[in-house]
């Protein structure tokens, strides 16, 4: 039966009870409007009905609970052993008589009806006269409504649960629900479907109405999409912007399904406000796309230009010229500048050159210190001598504004598509060949590409070739070792393996045997060999010290696709007598760039299992790092110097940073900066939660016996 408003503790005449400023509950009083009709005609003080099953209190109309408490049980008492004793229409209980603090005294009735677990009790004060037949007939006809009343109100409880749900799962996804009968122009819509569009809740909305918000194409668009549901029974999700009835533009995404209710058929779904979430995904598209510092194209949107640069030339039969500027600061290059040139000046470089190019054109970032343009429509040298004059003044002009002047060498290589290459590989290897003979070129800066650069390049690629082998013979590759400093505690926690060609009059880095490295003999030779001397090293090491670090080697794209290595890798390390967890393999991005995933995702995930880790090297200057850190099972990233450099004096490189350590917290993943050269570099980092670096600051890349020596001082 209906419940109550109140629980009353005493017993003053048995005047109903009532809770002040109450919201009136129209089940509640139309349970206490029965009751008092029946009290009307049994000629009593105080009715009302009890709901009973197995000595339990189901519920009870509201005069029930205008009874104290101690009256209530002894009722309820009552009532059980009547109902669950008896058996039969109507039986007839006399109770005996209750007062309360003295006042009110009288003989309380019920009425049983086993069959229906209920009963109805009356209150008749001493010498008042109780019509018990009426009563009877008054509950006989009562209950039924009494029945429905508690029907209704518990199916009024059961939707006001689920629409409870319903508005704490919109809460949650932050959507809404909506609903259409088809062939109906009606909509229903939910409170947070309101809200996204901007309009009054509860107010009548149509199918109609609804659509003035959305503008052409978009209206056009979901019209089509909804219909289509309807007759095909399918669904569909089309996003779209709207502007509200105050013109503010929004972006919603409506997903809808076709169904059928009470033999009609509808559509349904959610309704989303993805603005906020479109925003960050193109700030992150543009993150992803672009150079930090120039906000010019970065390599990954330069490879997309150029592709489509390629695909265009080939379907019209036209050419397009491709150069690759570098810059260089000579005047202030120190043991620990590399060959960066502040962010001023390379903010400068890019003005200029994007200055120098038309709408359909393309200048990019390719890395610290090298530009890329795409040249569309420039087919001959003749076409691009007035390009070629004017970056030659460009140049000048820089070189004449800037501090120290003649410091500042540009060098450019040009190659055309498809006279030099037909390939983006063969165009950009062309391009850099050209390159590298204008940098021997000071006095001229911009190189053509040709037969001659083409013939040197494969003749010295064979030197190259040629001297490594030999080298290997002499075992001449030998690994380097720069520390991984807690900027905590100072101490070395890791250490990272670097390729250095050492012959008796000089040390060449990677980059300077390139040819040998990329070369799928050459190189796989030269990586074997630098992993059997770290093997070694390491094994020394674990006998002068027991304290915990890791070795990280460089896995180059040649020995990734060589199917043997990372098998080769785990065989070493166990004949070596390491662990597995000794060592930290990086890749980069372009080594997984254009390999079979699932294959290379196969080949890592089993060196995962057996306790080796890996980790992402030049984190966010590739092709899609985000994408790779979920899709590969990585450990540790690595962020790139170029964020480095700077980063004390420009906010947005500490925003980009302070993004890469959330990223790297909330995934559980290692993180390592690279490039430290300065103390405020270091203290920027600390302040913004990379704990961990590596850098010029503390290190240069040494050999073995200086490395050993560095962890023995700290012992």
């Given at each position: 039966?209906?419940?109550?408003?109140?629980?009353?503790?005493?017993?003053?005449?048995?005047?109903?009870?009532?809770?002040?400023?109450?919201?009136?509950?129209?089940?509640?009083?139309?349970?206490?409007?029965?009751?008092?009709?029946?009290?009307?005609?049994?000629?009593?003080?105080?009715?009302?009905?009890?709901?009973?099953?197995?000595?339990?209190?189901?519920?009870?109309?509201?005069?029930?609970?205008?009874?104290?408490?101690?009256?209530?049980?002894?009722?309820?008492?009552?009532?059980?052993?009547?109902?669950?004793?008896?058996?039969?229409?109507?039986?007839?209980?006399?109770?005996?008589?209750?007062?309360?603090?003295?006042?009110?005294?009288?003989?309380?009735?019920?009425?049983?009806?086993?069959?229906?677990?209920?009963?109805?009790?009356?209150?008749?004060?001493?010498?008042?006269?109780?019509?018990?037949?009426?009563?009877?007939?008054?509950?006989?006809?009562?209950?039924?409504?009494?029945?429905?009343?508690?029907?209704?109100?518990?199916?009024?409880?059961?939707?006001?649960?689920?629409?409870?749900?319903?508005?704490?799962?919109?809460?949650?996804?932050?959507?809404?629900?909506?609903?259409?009968?088809?062939?109906?122009?009606?909509?229903?819509?939910?409170?947070?479907?309101?809200n996204i569009h901007g309009l009054e809740l509860g107010g009548e909305v149509t199918l109609e109405s609804a659509l003035r918000l959305y503008p052409s194409p978009g209206k056009e668009k979901l019209v089509i999409a909804m219909e289509r549901a309807a007759a095909q029974g399918t669904g569909f999700e089309v996003t779209t912007p709207i502007q509200t009835p105050a013109g503010d533009w929004r972006i919603v995404r409506t997903v809808g399904r076709s169904g059928m209710t009470d033999g009609r058929r509808i559509l349904y779904g959610v309704t989303e406000d993805v603005t906020a979430r479109m925003s960050v995904e193109r700030r992150l598209w543009w993150a992803a796309n672009h150079d930090p510092v120039t906000s010019l194209p970065n390599r990954l949107l330069f490879e997309d230009r150029l592709s489509v640069a390629i695909q265009r030339s080939q379907r019209d039969r036209s050419a397009f010229a491709l150069a690759v500027v570098e810059v260089s600061d000579f005047a202030s290059l120190n043991p620990h500048s590399g060959y960066a040139m502040p962010d001023r000046n390379m903010l400068d470089v890019a003005g200029r050159l994007d200055a120098l190019t038309r709408d359909s054109d393309t200048v990019a970032r390719l890395s610290i210190n090298e530009f890329a343009l795409v040249l569309n429509g420039v087919s001959s040298e003749e076409q691009l001598r007035p390009e070629v004059d004017r970056m030659t003044a460009q140049i000048a002009d820089l070189q004449s504004s800037a501090n120290g002047g003649d410091g500042i060498v540009v060098s450019v290589g040009v190659a055309f598509f498809p006279i030099h290459a037909t390939t983006m590989e063969e165009l950009v290897r062309a391009a850099e060949l050209a390159l590298a003979q204008a940098k021997r070129r000071l006095d001229n800066p911009v190189i053509i590409y040709n037969r001659k650069i083409a013939n040197d390049a494969e003749r010295k690629r064979e030197t190259v070739l040629t001297r490594a082998r030999a080298s290997l013979a002499r075992n001449e590759f030998v690994p380097f070792y720069q520390p991984q400093i807690d900027i905590e505690t100072n101490q070395i926690v890791g250490v990272e393996a670097l390729v250095r060609w050492q012959t008796s009059d000089t040390i060449l880095d990677a980059k300077d045997f390139a040819y040998a490295l990329d070369d799928h003999e050459i190189g796989g030779r030269v990586g074997r060999a630098v992993l059997d001397q770290v093997i070694a090293d390491l094994g020394k090491l674990r006998q002068m010290t027991d304290r915990p670090f890791r070795v990280s080697i460089n896995a180059s794209r040649t020995e990734v696709l060589r199917n043997d290595f990372l098998d080769t890798f785990l065989e070493k390390a166990r004949a070596g007598h390491l662990r597995p967890s000794d060592f930290i393999i990086e890749i980069t991005e372009d080594v997984i760039i254009g390999v079979d995933d699932r294959t290379l995702h196969d080949k890592i995930s089993f060196l995962v299992s057996s306790g080796v880790e890996f980790s992402l090297d030049d984190f966010g200057t590739g092709y899609a790092s985000l994408i790779h850190i979920t899709s590969f099972p990585v450990a540790e990233i690595k962020i790139d110097k170029q964020f480095i450099t700077g980063i004390e004096s420009d906010f947005r490189k500490k925003s980009i940073v302070r993004g890469i350590v959330d990223i790297a917290r909330s995934m559980g993943l290692n993180l390592i900066a690279e490039g430290v050269e300065t103390p405020e570099q270091q203290e920027t980092l600390r302040d913004i939660g990379c704990r961990y670096v590596q850098g010029y600051l503390y290190s240069f890349p040494v050999p073995f016996a200086q490395f050993s020596a560095m962890l023995q001082e700290q012992q």
């Open positions: 039966m209906t419940g109550a408003l109140e629980v009353r503790s005493d017993w003053q005449g048995l005047e109903p009870a009532r809770v002040a400023n109450a919201p009136t509950d129209p089940f509640v009083e139309l349970s206490a409007s029965a009751s008092e009709m029946m009290a009307s005609a049994g000629g009593v003080r105080c009715c009302g009905t009890l709901a009973m099953r197995s000595g339990r209190l189901l519920g009870a109309s509201h005069g029930f609970y205008d009874l104290p408490s101690s009256v209530r049980a002894e009722l309820i008492d009552a009532v059980t052993g009547t109902i669950g004793t008896t058996v039969g229409e109507s039986h007839h209980v006399v109770h005996p008589a209750f007062s309360s603090s003295g006042t009110a005294t009288g003989t309380l009735h019920v009425l049983a009806f086993p069959q229906n677990d209920a009963a109805v009790f009356a209150f008749a004060l001493d010498g008042q006269a109780l019509d018990l037949a009426a009563l009877r007939r008054a509950a006989v006809s009562a209950m039924p409504l009494l029945y429905q009343i508690d029907d209704l109100a518990a199916e009024r409880e059961s939707i006001h649960q689920t629409n409870t749900l319903l508005r704490h799962v919109e809460a949650l996804a932050d959507v809404g629900g909506w609903e259409l009968a088809v062939g109906s122009d009606k909509l229903i819509w939910s409170d947070k479907v309101y």
